[in-house]
């Protein structure tokens, strides 16, 4: 639940996001899987502290578009898994999941890092993934 209105949240204030940086970014390091780390609002870090104990949530980027959003509840068995589909072009990702299409600014896209930003109300947002569970 809370990522889907962190996500929410994402959309809503992409509209006013701007990106003053044009280069590109290598979307061939996109496809794995991507550990929640924090979040950083108006420069304030927000360390993610989601199931700590069971295991960690993350996204994974799959071939053909497919994009999984696991996240693991009171420590079930299986973690809840949510499928759905995403398109990335230059510095532009867009996901659709459970019906709800967001779109991110990839802020940072390297081989171990993977930083997506928007705007909300105009306050700053960050969220912040490595591909290196700790």
């Known amino acids: 639940m809370k990522k889907l209105f962190a996500l929410s949240l994402m959309l809503i204030g992409l509209a006013s ?13 996109l496809q794995k899987r991507w550990y929640n780390v924090s979040t950083i609002v ?3 870090k927000i360390p993610y ?5 069971c ?4 996204m994974e980027f799959q071939a053909s578009n497919v994009l999984r959003e696991i996240d693991w509840v009171d420590c079930q068995t299986d973690p809840t898994t949510t499928t759905g589909t995403y398109t990335a072009v230059d510095k532009t990702l867009t996901t659709v999941l459970d019906g709800e299409t967001i779109t991110y600014s990839i802020k940072k896209l390297s081989g171990t890092s993977l930083q997506l930003s928007t705007s909300f109300n105009g306050t700053v947002i960050t969220y912040v993934y490595t591909s290196t569970p700790k």
């Open 17 to 29: 996001c701007s990106d003053d940086d044009t280069s590109s970014v290598n979307l061939d390091n």
């Open 42 to 44: 108006s420069g304030q």
């Open 55 to 58: 295991g960690k949530d993350y």
């Open 49 to 53: 502290d989601g199931n700590p104990t």
